[in-house]
């Protein structure tokens, strides 16, 4: 049961940028659009799990939002996926993005907000818990 103090709209403002965390097989960064999509790129650590990534790419992008202090992410693309296959003539076929919207119908990715601040969060999904942090997103001016 999640224990943030939180609205769903606070925690969606809160969740607004760019997050890295790690979980026991990857290394994740995810940034949250305020026109309700991501960006996430997934790094395998684990060696078995390096085919997978070679197969869907590192990079996803997709839709997100809060609901009864839940993250819920609709992944709708897969840009960097083999199976994104160019064919001569000009034609893309996207099989893999059709893949990921079809799986995230069936197979949502949803996380409990547990506690969440402007530099920190705790989530947790089925397997595991996560603490994420804010990366800072300030750039140095072009002097």
Do not use: C
């Not at 760019?18 to 949250?32: M, Q, V, Y």
């Not at 684990?46 to 997978?52: A, I, Q, T, V, Y």
């Amino acid at each position: 049961m999640s224990n943030s103090k939180h609205s769903d709209i606070e925690i969606e403002i809160l969740l607004l940028g760019k997050w890295r965390f790690d979980t026991h097989s990857e290394k994740i960064t995810i940034e949250f659009k305020d026109d309700m999509t991501y960006e996430q790129t997934r790094v395998q650590i684990l060696l078995f799990s390096k085919p997978k990534e070679l197969l869907t790419g590192n990079k996803f992008t997709g839709v997100w939002y809060v609901s009864q202090k839940k993250l819920h992410l609709n992944v709708r693309t897969m840009p960097k996926s083999f199976f994104n296959l160019k064919v001569p003539l000009a034609l893309k076929i996207s099989l893999a993005d059709i893949v990921a919207t079809l799986g995230s119908v069936f197979i949502p990715e949803n996380y409990e907000v547990i506690r969440i601040n402007s530099s920190k969060f705790f989530i947790k999904n089925q397997e595991q818990s996560i603490i994420g942090t804010k990366l800072n997103n300030t750039r140095t001016p072009i002097q």
